[in-house]
């Protein structure tokens, strides 16, 4: 009888650290169960360096993802946005691709519009401002095409 007692608080207490490793890993992953918010898209010439999972931010303030980056028939680079639920985006807004420190991670910064009209779910973001390549601003400053 005591030995099955001590099995059972041993198995509780084992469950309760399964669910807290469970929970620890979706959150420091930034893993998403439940695929709350709405997608917008964005065309840019030039993406360089952003990747799948980068911060969307609006004020300094992290609101969103970026879902996916696709080549269009155009040559430019579509990248889908997954924006929080509460997240308006003025159809006027503009996304520019920032750099975050001196390391230079990558992220979507939406400066926000002031027009009345929203871009619904699945809309697009028409002003878009692409990456600066350091690489060729420096080329073209050597060569003397600045």
């Known amino acids: 009888?005591?030995?099955?007692?001590?099995?059972?608080?041993?198995?509780?207490?084992?469950?309760?650290?399964?669910?807290?490793?469970?929970?620890?890993?979706?959150?420091?992953?930034?893993?998403?169960?439940?695929?709350?918010?709405?997608?917008?898209?964005?065309?840019?010439?030039?993406?360089?360096?952003?990747?799948?999972?980068?911060?969307?931010?609006?004020?300094?303030?992290?609101?969103?993802?970026?879902?996916?980056?696709?080549?269009?028939?155009?040559?430019?680079?579509?990248?889908?946005?997954?924006l929080e639920p509460g997240v308006k985006v003025h159809d006027d807004a503009i996304a520019s691709i920032r750099t975050k420190g001196i390391i230079g991670d990558k992220f979507v910064k939406l400066s926000p519009g002031s027009s009345e009209k929203l871009i619904p779910a699945g809309g697009k973001i028409i002003n878009t401002e692409s990456a600066i390549d350091l690489e060729e601003l420096l080329s073209s400053y050597i060569h003397g095409k600045v």
């Open 1 to 82: 009888m005591r030995r099955a007692n001590l099995e059972m608080t041993v198995g509780f207490f084992v469950l309760i650290g399964l669910a807290c490793l469970a929970y620890l890993a979706i959150n420091l992953g930034k893993m998403e169960i439940i695929g709350a918010g709405y997608q917008v898209f964005a065309n840019f010439e030039n993406v360089s360096g952003l990747k799948t999972g980068a911060a969307v931010e609006v004020a300094g303030v992290e609101v969103g993802r970026v879902d996916s980056i696709q080549i269009t028939p155009l040559s430019q680079a579509r990248i889908s946005l997954k």
